[in-house]
Every structure is written in structure tokens, then in C-alpha cells.
């Protein structure tokens, strides 16, 4: 491990508002995050994208690296930052791990979180899901179905195991789901063959606070999730929103009642739409990538029961991805699909202003983008990450290699204080001076 000395993470302020009156609550006390956090996967507002500061463009493998971190054993969850302190997932010797570093990468502590559950899929491990975090508590979940929660000093405040009091995962592969955080709760989606829930959990003792059931029509293997639901806030409400089954869902985050549904997402009853890409929050409308990466629905809040054909604000099939979660940034939906190809959407009917391609290879793209300081950063599997500007027209302007990796990289860049942090299957590499 190679270390270097350098200042910790600094805070940075950023708006949290989306426009019209929604807003996506990632966290709960939100206004209590320093905006230089990066506290869940999809960044500080929800929506993969970072502040607008300058971020590095071009490193390698022997250049522009700060330092880099040997992971033990195995994962695939994206980091998460709070403060000076960085905090990842992984399954190493059987076990499942939380591991703390400090910002020049030195390790802080380490805690075993129970027996690991390994990946069966050559992407996947047992600790793919990414940890969610705020002021006070750390929430981490894997797929043994361990679900826990400590302090930032690595104290275990709480741990409960979901599969031992509500069933055995009955999904294909491997779970993907995170867990999210509302102003009350830290919430798992549960979504498989078997009976499947949304969960609510004290975030202070671990006691639940409801359990809501989500068994929707889906055949065979459509039935089947590893998205993570987003929380949208519509003026006091919060509202949770799942994509799984053949359908997009709108729960209450206070008591778990399930207010709306919109299904019309497999009018063929394919048996194989199991769901990978999570839904999006963008502007005034909700956007969720299904069917394998052929269709991509828009829906607006609100309204109550089958709002299928009153709150489709739009649907297309022009381009959608299956793995990569969608971004937004700046009133335009950025959509990179597996294998390569990136769109800048219109929120307000789904029309592509503009797209390029990068370059072809028979690797794909299962890292959901990032946007920072007026860039895209795709990571390909391979750990080769391209810099796309963002303008009138996109263009790539830089591909930045690390080397060869055993497992592909899945993980998204995590982007603080004009740093970037890749973490691959085995490594955590920072970027930037």
C-alpha cells in the first residue's frame, strides 16, 4: 500500500434542489451533511452527479495515482465519504468486512459483520451492495442478508440478519440492492421469487419500523431486482420509489403504504426483465431504465393506485441501459448503456440533444457514471476510465488505464474535493494532488 500525506477531505456546499417541488432525500438530516460527503453511491443529491470544482481528466497506472489501497478479498460496492473518513465493503476469508480508511488511505479499523454469502456471478460478490451513511451512523448490508449499522469509529450499534426473520433470497445471482436512508429510516427493498418487501428500520436500534409487501405480476426471472429505490421528496412527503416486477412503485417513506404503481413495463411478459439499473430522480419526473436496456419510462409524482396512464410523463426505446444507473446534472438525463454508448436526454419528453460512442471493445460498462467539473467519467470493466466533456456536443477527450484486474470493475467513481476514488475488485486507487 502506498501512502502519501496530504489534507483531509475539505466540505464543499451544494444545493440540494431539483426544481419544481421535488427534491431527492438521500439521507436522513440532510442539512446536517457536509456537501463535500459522499455518503451513498450515487453521490451527495442522489443523482451521480458531484460539485462543479476541477477534477483530474488523464492519470495511469505510474502517474497521477496519491495512493492506492489493497482491498482484502473481494467486492463490489462503491465507497462511501464522510468527513476525513472513507468506508467500503468487502468478503475476505469467508467473512463479510467493513473497512475505514483515513483520506491519505491509511486503514483505521476493520469489523466482521458475519459469514459471507460469495457471488456466483463473475461481476458479482457477496458484498456488492453499498453502504448509505449520515452524520452519526454507518448502514451496511450484504448478501448473506446481514444488515448492520455502526458509528464511525467502527462501533457496532446494531446488527440483524433479513434473510434469518423474513426468508431466504431467492434471487438468480446476486444481490445488488442498497440500503437507502429518509429523514427517518434506513430501507431495504427485498425483491425475488420468494415473498418479496420493503423494510423500515430504526436507524438508532435497528427495530423495524414497518414492513410493507411488494409482490407485483411478473414472470419467472422478471420477478427478480438489484435496483436501489430512490426517496423523492414532494413538498412534506416522502415518497419511496422502486423499480422490480414489471412495474415503478411509489411508497410512503413514514408508514410504507404503497400510494401509486405504473406497470406497462413488459407488455410482452418476458420471463428474463429481471431489473439491474436503479430509477433516477430528474427535474420534475422520475426516470427508470428497464427491459434489458430496451425502454426507458418517465413518470411524474403522485396520484394514487394504477396511475399507468395518467403519470407516464414519457416512454422511449432510442437508447436505456441495463447494468449503468442513469445520471442528472444541469436539466439533462445522461444515460451510458453497456456498451458504451452515452445520450444526453430532455427530462420533459425523453428527446436525445446530443451522444457519442466510446470505444468499441468486448468489455462493458457495469460502473454507472459520474459527472464532475463539467465531465462524465465512465468506467469500462477492465478499470479503463473515459473523460467525456460535457457541451454542446459530447466528446471524449481522455482514456485512463490502471491495469489489469482478476474481477471486472463494477463500483462507481466516487468524486471529493477534486479527488476521484476507483475502486476496483481488489484496489482503492485516489487520484488528484
Not at 422520475?286 to 396512464?309: E, H, I, K, N, Q
Not at 470505444?359 to 460502473?367: I, K, N, P, V
Amino acid at each position: 500500500m502506498k501512502i502519501a500525506t496530504r489534507s483531509p477531505f475539505r466540505s464543499l456546499a451544494l444545493s440540494l434542489a431539483f426544481g419544481g417541488s421535488l427534491m431527492f432525500g438521500a439521507v436522513g438530516s440532510i442539512d446536517s451533511l457536509r456537501g463535500g460527503d459522499w455518503t451513498n453511491w450515487r453521490g451527495p443529491r442522489g443523482t451521480g452527479e458531484a460539485d462543479d470544482r476541477s477534477y483530474p481528466t488523464t492519470w495511469s497506472a505510474t502517474e497521477g495515482i496519491r495512493w492506492e489501497y489493497e482491498i482484502p478479498g473481494v467486492g463490489g460496492s462503491t465507497p462511501i465519504v464522510h468527513g476525513d473518513r472513507i468506508l467500503l465493503t468487502t468478503g475476505a476469508e469467508g467473512r463479510n468486512w467493513v473497512i475505514a480508511l483515513d483520506s491519505d488511505g491509511k486503514e483505521l479499523w476493520r469489523k466482521d459483520l458475519g459469514e459471507e454469502r460469495p457471488g456466483k456471478h463473475q461481476k458479482a460478490s457477496g458484498a456488492n451492495p453499498s453502504p448509505v451513511a449520515d452524520d452519526e451512523h454507518v448502514f451496511v448490508y450484504f448478501k448473506s442478508g446481514d444488515l448492520a449499522c455502526l458509528d464511525w469509529d467502527g462501533n457496532i450499534l446494531w446488527q440483524r440478519n433479513l434473510q434469518q426473520e423474513f426468508g431466504e433470497d431467492t434471487l438468480w445471482w446476486d444481490l445488488g440492492t442498497s440500503p437507502i436512508l429518509t429523514s427517518k429510516h434506513v430501507v431495504v427493498a427485498c425483491m425475488h421469487s420468494g415473498p418479496s418487501y420493503l423494510a423500515a428500520f430504526d436507524p438508532k436500534t435497528g427495530e423495524i419500523a414497518w414492513k410493507q409487501d411488494r409482490n407485483l405480476p411478473a414472470p419467472e426471472e422478471a420477478n427478480q431486482s438489484y435496483t436501489t429505490p430512490v426517496v423523492v421528496k414532494d413538498g412534506d412527503r416522502e415518497t419511496i420509489v422502486t423499480v422490480g416486477a414489471d412495474h415503478i412503485t411509489g411508497n410512503d417513506a413514514a408508514t410504507g403504504e404503497q400510494l401509486w404503481s405504473v406497470g406497462g413495463l413488459n407488455p410482452s411478459q418476458n420471463g428474463y426483465f429481471r431489473s439491474i439499473s436503479s430509477p433516477v430522480v430528474a427535474g420534475e419526473v422520475v426516470v427508470a431504465p428497464y427491459a434489458r436496456g430496451d425502454s426507458l419510462t418517465a413518470v411524474r409524482m403522485g396520484g394514487s393506485g394504477d396511475v399507468t396512464d395518467s403519470h407516464v410523463a414519457w416512454r422511449g426505446e432510442a437508447i436505456s441501459a441495463d447494468v449503468p444507473t442513469p445520471a442528472y446534472h444541469d436539466g439533462a438525463i445522461f444515460v451510458l448503456n453497456d456498451r458504451g454508448r452515452i445520450a444526453k436526454l430532455d427530462p420533459r419528453d425523453g428527446s436525445i440533444l446530443a451522444e457519442t460512442e466510446l470505444e468499441r471493445s468486448r468489455l462493458a460498462f457495469s460502473a454507472s457514471p459520474i459527472i464532475a467539473g463539467g465531465h462524465l467519467y465512465a468506467i469500462r470493466e477492465d478499470g479503463a476510465t473515459f473523460v467525456v466533456a460535457l457541451g454542446e456536443k459530447l466528446e471524449s477527450i481522455a482514456k485512463n488505464e490502471l491495469g489489469e484486474f482478476p474481477t471486472p470493475v463494477v463500483a462507481s467513481p466516487v468524486m471529493v474535493d477534486g479527488r476521484i476514488l476507483i475502486r476496483t475488485g481488489s484496489r482503492l486507487y485516489c487520484i488528484g494532488d
